[in-house]
């Protein structure tokens, strides 16, 4: 308890405000982040879901169709809605696959723009906040801060 009670402080700094006014200003952005990350965890886990039912088609060792303890409750229901070979099922599946790879790409590249398209909101927004800090204070104040020569 005493150390999150030292850490209470800390996120009353002015620059841990700047960060949480700039996360409000730009909720819509992080939203859009956390909900295409969630995507892309569940379409990385249905391609590979996907991809075991094909498996299961190709080996063919219990008929899809049929209620063993190995098959499993989707390879049933999926053996009613489309009576195929197992052949042609097992290219069923891999094409479904390939579809949610392509959706799982689309879900990321909407990640990076909303990424890149925070960073270039939030950059100049906070550089023009810590300016604007500094042209409050007093030519003396700010004269004490020697800037460090650059190599």
Known sequence: MTKLKKLIPNFRSPAYRLVGETARKNWW???INLVTNLISAVLEGSTLGVIYLAIGYLTGTDDPGTETATNPRIAQTLAK???LPPEQMFLVLIFGAVV???GLSLSNYVNNVSTAYLSAKAQPYVTGKVFERIMTFSYGCV??????PTP
């Open 29 to 31: 952005l992080i939203g």
């Open 81 to 83: 809605i489309l009576p």
């Open 143 to 148: 004269s004490r801060y020697k800037r460090e």
């Open 100 to 102: 949610l790879q392509i």
